[in-house]
């Protein structure tokens, strides 16, 4: 289970690299407005707000990154916490879809964190 709990961590954390790499750097490009379902025109007024959410999820891929390194279950639990709360305020606000990328994967992670323990 610690096996599994690990793998499912990192792979949280790398999503949300990515999510980085999409908001930050190819925030204008197809595949970021795809992604997000923006238009150019949309993409190019928000692209300095892009970048600092991108900033954002990676200092959650980053807190992962640590409790993983660190072997901490309690790191890697808060900043699942903090990536599901983020995925449940985008699913209401923005797109429900956020609710099975960010908060499903999240929790389950969180759960095999608690069970491995």
């Not at 999510?19 to 025109?41: D, Q």
């Not at 309690?74 to 985008?90: E, K, P």
């Amino acid at each position: 289970m610690t096996l599994l709990a690990a793998a499912l961590v990192g792979l949280i954390a790398l999503l949300h690299g990515y999510i980085l790499v999409l908001e930050m750097f190819l925030w204008t490009t197809p595949r970021a407005m795809k992604a997000f379902g923006t238009t150019p025109e949309f993409a190019a007024t928000t692209r300095v707000m892009a970048g600092n959410q991108g900033l954002y999820n990676g200092f959650l891929a980053a807190g992962l990154i640590w409790g993983l390194v660190t072997g901490s279950a309690a790191i890697q639990l808060f900043f699942l916490a903090c990536v599901a709360v983020a995925g449940l305020y985008g699913a209401a606000t923005a797109n429900r879809r956020i609710l099975f990328i960010q908060t499903v994967p999240a929790a389950l992670a969180a759960l095999a964190v608690l069970l491995a323990r």
